[in-house]
């Protein structure tokens, strides 16, 4: 590349053409916004923020192009009469139906004559370090309630195996009554529930290391659908596989994964078991992850796989979106609140992260990103 020398003075073109290059790969979103407040500049990262392409919105006023953001207009009016930048720490935008955590400034563009010729407005999208916030704070609720109930749980253990034997052996010396061995089935049933509720306890407590091994994460969801495939009939659910069918294997624990992917389908099926059987629609969705907060963490893979499960049940309000992966958080009359607990787990030992959102007009989404190592990334 050719040095800039500041001192020669470049013809006007070039000089625009620098510092739109220099803004167009800028990694925050910047927007610049003439007097009218009509959009002029849209860079890449605006256009990833606010997944809009640059041509939908160049040449239209700000409030008609962000309509559900209205603080924009807002910030840009108040620069616009004080003449000074804002700063807006914390902001929650809404475009698209995405509620984005995001640092807002504006800042003036003054012309030669010292008049304010337009604004420029810079976004700072927040939601990963929110992602990674989040995250770090459930797990150390996490980590401080497992001993707990992992200590817990181990002692319910033995005694339901008990409890079950006994009820088994009961029910074989009954005389040939329905009405007893209802009682024995009840007792055996029950106690099966309160072991897997054991189970999941264990696991959350102390969860077992990963075992790492290459794995094809469409071989994973596979049989995740293979084993809730009487569920998924029963329930007359039709179910779409939208898979890449070129991401490269990951390194992972097949087994946890499963489980991962077990707990997020079967959350979908009951979900949907409250809407109508025709609108029951699973879509599962396999890609190369895109969004630039996962990919620019510093440390770490630079490439990740993501799995969307799509559901058409009937969303999750924001107050509880904030809540769905705490421990014993459910709102099912049956539910332990442990699956997505147990499942972020999981991912999070895989150095992965987690994200779930509701979508218009109803339903929800859970992204699950997974790294991918560099040496196998290499080699397909
Ligand atoms: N796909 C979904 N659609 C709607 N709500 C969901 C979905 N997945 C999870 N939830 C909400 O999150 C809660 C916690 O889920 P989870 O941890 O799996 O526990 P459980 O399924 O036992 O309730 C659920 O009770 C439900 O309120
Ligand atoms: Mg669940």
Redesign the pocket.
């Known amino acids: 590349m050719v040095p800039i020398d500041s001192s020669t003075p470049l013809p006007e073109r070039a000089r625009s053409t620098i510092w739109e290059n220099v803004l167009r790969h800028f990694k925050d979103a910047v927007i610049v916004l003439d007097k009218q407040s009509t959009i002029v500049f849209f860079n890449q990262a605006a256009e990833e923020l606010t997944r809009t392409p640059r041509a939908k919105v160049l040449g239209h006023h700000s409030r008609d192009a962000f309509p559900d953001s209205p603080i924009l207009t807002q910030m840009v009016e108040r620069t616009q009469s004080t003449k000074q930048s804002e700063t807006r720490g914390e902001e929650t935008l809404r475009i698209r139906q995405r509620d984005i955590p995001a640092r807002v400034t504006c800042v003036p563009i003054w012309d030669d004559v010292g008049e304010v010729d337009g604004h420029a407005i810079v976004v700072q999208d927040l939601s990963y370090q929110k992602t990674l916030e989040e995250s770090a704070r459930r797990n150390e609720s996490l980590a401080r309630l497992g001993t707990l109930v992992a200590g817990m749980a181990h002692e319910i253990r033995n005694p339901l195996a008990g409890i079950k034997g006994a009820a088994q052996l009961l029910a074989k010396k009954l005389p040939d009554d329905r009405s007893l061995s209802e009682y024995t089935e009840v007792i055996s049933s029950e106690t099966d529930r309160l072991s897997a509720l054991v189970e999941d306890l264990l696991h959350l407590g102390v969860p077992p290391k990963p075992t790492l091994s290459r794995i094809n994460i469409h071989a994973v969801l596979q049989r995740a659908l293979t084993l809730l495939a009487p569920e998924e009939k029963q329930k007359k659910i039709v179910l779409a596989c939208h898979f890449d069918p070129s991401l490269p294997d990951i390194m992972a624990d097949q087994n946890q994964l499963e489980q991962v992917f077990l707990?997020l389908i079967?959350?979908a099926f009951?979900a949907m078991a409250e809407i109508a059987p025709e609108a029951r629609r699973l879509i599962l969705q396999t890609k190369m992850e895109t969004d630039y907060h996962i990919l620019r963490k510093p440390e770490g893979p630079s490439s990740y796989l993501r799995v969307e499960v799509n559901d058409a049940g009937p969303g999750i309000e924001p107050e509880a979106l904030s809540r769905i992966f705490e421990p014993f958080y459910t709102t099912k009359a049956r539910?332990t609140g442990l699956?997505?607990a147990i499942a972020q787990r999981i991912v999070s030992d895989h150095h992965g992260s987690m994200r779930a959102f509701a979508v218009e007009p109803n339903g929800t989404s859970v992204w699950v990103s997974l790294p991918i190592q560099k040496d196998i990334r290499h080699d397909v």
């Open positions: 707990n079967k959350n009951d539910g699956g997505l």
